[in-house]
Every structure is written in C-alpha cells, then in structure tokens.
C-alpha cells in the first residue's frame, strides 16, 4: 500500500468515526481561545482546562488582560509549563492586538506570527478552529503519528514539513478536522512511549505495527 492510499484509507476512517471533530480546549471567545493554545504549550489541554475558568473570568478579553502586569497573570498560570514567560506573553500579546487591532485577535497568518508566544503550530491552531481555514497544525502528537502511519516520507524531518506534506495530500475541506483526528490518535491510541496497537483501526496497513508493540 502505498502513502496515497495509507492517507485516504486513515481519512475515510474518521470521516465516518468523527466527522464533527474540534479541539479539547475549553473556551468562549476567539482571544480565549489563542490565549488557551499559547498556554497549552508543552502543557496537557487537561491542566490547560483546569487553569483558565478562573483566568477568563478575571481577564476575559485582551482589553482586560492588557490592563493587567504580568506578575497578576502569573498567579493564574502557575501550574502551567514555563509560566513566568507564558504570563508575559500573554499581556505583551494582549497590549499589542489592543493597540493594534481593536483587541481583536487577526485573522492573517504574518499578523499571528507577529504576537508574542505565537509560532506557526499556534497561529495555524487559530486559523483552523477559529476561522475555519485550510491550515494544519503539527504538534508532537500529528508529527509523530503522520511518520508512524506512514503518511509523510522520512526526509519530512521537521515539523514545518510535516505541515507542508500533510497538506498536499489532505483534501483541504478536511485539513482543519485531520489535524484534530491525528492529534487525538496520537493522544490516546498512538502514544510516544507505549502506543495501543492492537487498539489501533490502522494496525493492518500500518508500516510501524510490527515494531511498535
């Protein structure tokens, strides 16, 4: 079975198991949202949930956020990963998109790339849960997986080609939700250290079976 057919079998899989698929993060708004996905940064969703109820109903737009000092976020944050940079980041972020975009959270790519503590797996996060944009986010969960599946080629070595090969061969109707199925595969069936193969759907075809389990 070559890649082509790999990715449309795994495709049609969970277009039929999970059509309506989004992310596990808990949020109101587009800026709780971006501000969620910057925190989750090598940090689970699940402790990302746990932290920002009490966070968005102190801060819960960038008008308020960006009133505040990053020691006051901190409090909030500080059973995340790195929480003394990601408090910083989030009020720098939230002054900027206050001066610059009306406390708006913008829609361009470049304009994402410019906030403080967003980078591409972020900004394309944003761009497909938010707005609805052919884009695919690669975490360590979608990198991992896209390898194990045998949907990238092993010269897809970084993340960013990852994302650009993924996305060629991704129907791009499919893009925003296949970032989520593969993510969700990654979390709870394909583990790093101990993936579930005979729990997998993909155990048949998948190049990696044999030495994963």
Known sequence: MNRKERTTKVLDYFEKQMPEVTTELEFGSVFQLLIAVVLSAQCT????????????RRFPDAQTMAQAEPYEVYEYVKSVSYPNAKAAH????????????????????????MLPGVGRKTANVIQAVAFGQAT??????????SHRLGLVSKTDNTPY????ALVKSIPAEQIPRAHHWLLLHGRYVCTSRRPHCPKCPFQAFCPSSETTH
Request: no cysteine; net charge negative; charged share 30%.
């Open 45 to 56: 969703d699940k402790r990302i949930n746990q932290v920002t109820p009490e966070l968005f």
């Open 136 to 145: 695919m986010a690669v975490d360590t969960h979608v990198f991992r997986v």
């Open 90 to 113: 989030l009020v720098e972020m939230s002054r900027m998109m206050v001066e610059n975009y009306g406390g708006e959270v913008p829609t361009d790519m470049d304009l994402l790339l």
């Open 161 to 164: 080609k990852v994302e650009r």
